[in-house]
């Protein structure tokens, strides 16, 4: 009896077989002249390792890459083309050519990523790509399977796996470095390394942007590295430190068979071991350097702050905010340029926002003997100073370009808590000032104690000289009563005529919201001392100095009271009055107006 079969069956079968050979290359090598596109895998032999394409995060990115396969998070240990991502989802594929290079294609014509050959190939003909059970993607010759040419454990990522090296060739110079992933769905290189000291120590150094080391593992002494007790209780790994005329690395093997483990430096700057063994395909973390968020370097990145009790970590400066969102490898950029940096200078000067509790940064500038407005004038007048701090100990410290590794006071281990001076623009002191910040610039509260600043010493000197030429006609003048009038005036004229009136500035008043605005109180509080009556201002002139700021103010002349001056000028009240100065000081009568 003849069985029919409906031809939907048949046509069934044919599209499962399509798909499945699209699917599954169930194979672990690749041949020249064959390819591998995105929907196909290799998987190693013993089924631990697949190689194929994968999309984090951004699903146009493509990447070829090496994953744990039994892991539901399919692990990732290495990736290919890192730096240069594929976005073609039909025509990627990668292929062995005929010369034993593998390349990695974005179409027909476009090449993403290539291998380079380390040696010639006497038969390239033989040629094989192939995944290994330990991980390893290697191009060897297929007749000769030890006579590897290729191998992807040269080339890192950011997963050092058993067998791998980390080192330094000292012929080449080539490098093999964990450089960990930009961020959890960028695998392009971030701003943390770990690799072995190129001085030729016997450790590991962990980098933040190839170039500020923040932790190390100690020497190694055979046994364990000196700054990693946690070794010496970890016996299931074996390591091997090489070193002779051709290079140094590191390796480490395995003791038991059955476990698996795995180095990563990890996108926030911390070096982990994970291990499985047996069980639920999960992995625990065995140890961590640094031990914890706090001792890495940067983490936040430029202009960024470390808060660790806050559940992202990071946070941006007043005024700033992210570069990438959810991306702190990126740090932060400014909500408003500075005045400085516009082309044309139009507009309020840029100020200073006090910010307390905050380890300062690295490389700073700093001067021993310079007051608290030089420190600030000194910033201000280069657009490339971005902070500041005095203390009456360490002095004045000045910081160029970014800001890095700024933590909150108490976080990080050995660096105490302190106040430092960002640079915003004036628009965002504004903001800040608004929301309840201290801002060192134009606030009405900083107005009207500076007001009081310039009144009440105006008033005080007004009433001393008035006292003075009652105790010098009564003859009871003392030589405090001339210090406290003869010494401080001169001083403050002594700074005003040298271009530093600046330092005249009492720290305890903040700064202005700019330098013109100091300068002008300054200006005010001199012409009040002035030797003539006819120059001094009335107290209603200072008040309406002070409110109305765009009134240009007279150049103060030399004032009362400064040592070593001549009798008073011809015409002047004194002449008239024919008082002559005593004790080599200027004396000014008292005129009623």
Known sequence: MRVKTNPCFWLFVLLWLFVYHRTCFSSDKILVGQSLNVNQTLVSQKGDFELGFFRPGTPHNIYLGIWYRNFADKTKVWVANRESPSNDLDSSKLELLSDGKLVLLKNVTETVWSTALASSMQNTSKAEAVILDDGNFVIRDGSNPSTIYWQSFDYPTDTWLPGAKLGINKHTGQVQRLISWKNSEDPAPGMFSVGIDPNGTSQFLIEWNRSVEYRSSGRWNGQIFSLVPEMRSYYVLKYSYVSNKNESYFTYSLTNKTLLSRFVIGVRGQMQQFTWWEGPWNWTLVWAQPRDQAGVYGLCGVFGVFHENSSSFCECLKGFKPLVQDDWSSGCVRKSPLQCQKKKSIGKEDGFLNMSNLTLPANSKTYQKVSPGRCRLDCMENCSCMAYTYNNN????????????????????????????????????????????????????????????????????????????????????????????????????????????????????????????????????????????????????????????????????????????????????????????????????????
């Open 394 to 593: 360490s002095g004045c410290s000045l910081w160029e370009g970014d800001l890095i590794n700024l933590q909150q006071s108490g976080v990080a281990d050995g660096m105490a808590g302190a106040e430092i001076y960002i640079r915003l623009a004036a628009s965002e002191l504004e903001l800040q000032i608004g929301n309840g910040s201290t801002r060192t610039g134009g606030s009405i509260k900083w107005k009207l104690r500076t007001a009081l600043a310039v009144a009440i010493p105006t008033i005080l000197i007004t009433l001393g000289l008035f006292m003075y030429f009652r105790c010098l006609c009564k003859g009871k003048l003392t030589r405090k009563g001339i210090y406290s009038i003869c010494v401080v005036v001169p001083q403050a004229w002594k700074l005003w005529s040298s271009n530093k009136a600046s330092d005249l500035m009492d720290p305890t008043l903040g700064d202005p919201p700019s330098t013109s605005m100091l300068l002008r109180y300054i200006n005010i509080g001199l012409l009040c001392v002035q030797e003539s009556p006819a120059d001094r201002p009335t107290m209603s002139d200072v008040i309406l100095m002070i409110v109305n700021e765009h009134v240009a103010l007279p150049e103060p002349k030399q004032p009362a009271f400064v040592l070593g001056r001549n009798v008073a000028e011809p015409g002047s009240m004194m002449s008239s009055a024919g008082v002559p100065s005593v004790n080599n000081v200027t004396i000014t009568a008292i005129d009623g107006r």
